[in-house]
């Protein structure tokens, strides 16, 4: 665990050559987060859904809302990459979304049963991917760097506990 709030678990670090055993648990992360999302948000009120979980930081409600809309665009990354040669993807403006209606007040049920569905499915097609689908890429044109689809799965993996982390280490330092 990380004493910064801003990475409870630390920043994502990629290692270089992915095991199949690596890639098996990433993707168990990637299965199990909704319930561990659920688990999180379990108990909380309008007010604590309304709490940023650091100063200028996003509200445990908008952390959700952004798990949701983060998760569907590396879905999509990952399915333009599988058929695709190194497809170009679209970069988004993540803070301006937290802005929006849909993320800043919309109910978390929405993002939760989003999350789920979404999970089952991405779990599916991960399962399914070879040795050479995870080799295959994409290009991110902010960035400007290609990147392997065992490293995407890497880095959900950590982004869904990353963001798990923001909500559970707020609920400890306030007592929730």
Do not use: C
């Not at 937290?98 to 049920?109: G, N, S, V």
């Amino acid at each position: 665990m990380s004493t910064d709030v801003r990475f409870p678990i630390g920043p994502y670090r990629f290692e270089g050559a992915v095991s199949e055993q690596q890639r098996t648990d990433w993707i168990s992360d990637i299965a199990d987060l909704p319930a561990r999302l659920n688990v999180a948000l379990e108990g909380l009120n309008a007010e604590q859904l309304d709490t940023p979980y650091r100063p200028d930081g996003w509200t445990v409600r908008q952390v959700t809302h952004h798990i949701a809309d983060s998760h569907l665009n590396s879905f999509m990354r990952f399915k333009l990459a599988l058929t695709e040669e190194q497809p170009a993807i679209r970069p988004y403006f993540e803070d301006r979304w937290a802005l929006l209606a849909d993320t800043a007040q919309a109910p978390l049920e929405l993002s939760t049963t989003l999350i789920a569905a979404l999970h089952e499915r991405w779990v599916y097609l991960l399962r399914s991917m070879s040795d050479a689908d995870y080799a295959r890429t994409f290009f991110h044109p902010e960035s400007l760097k290609v990147s392997r689809l065992d490293y995407a799965l890497g880095n959900y993996s950590w982004h869904g506990r990353h963001h798990v982390g923001h909500i559970t280490s707020l609920r400890d330092r306030m007592g929730w």
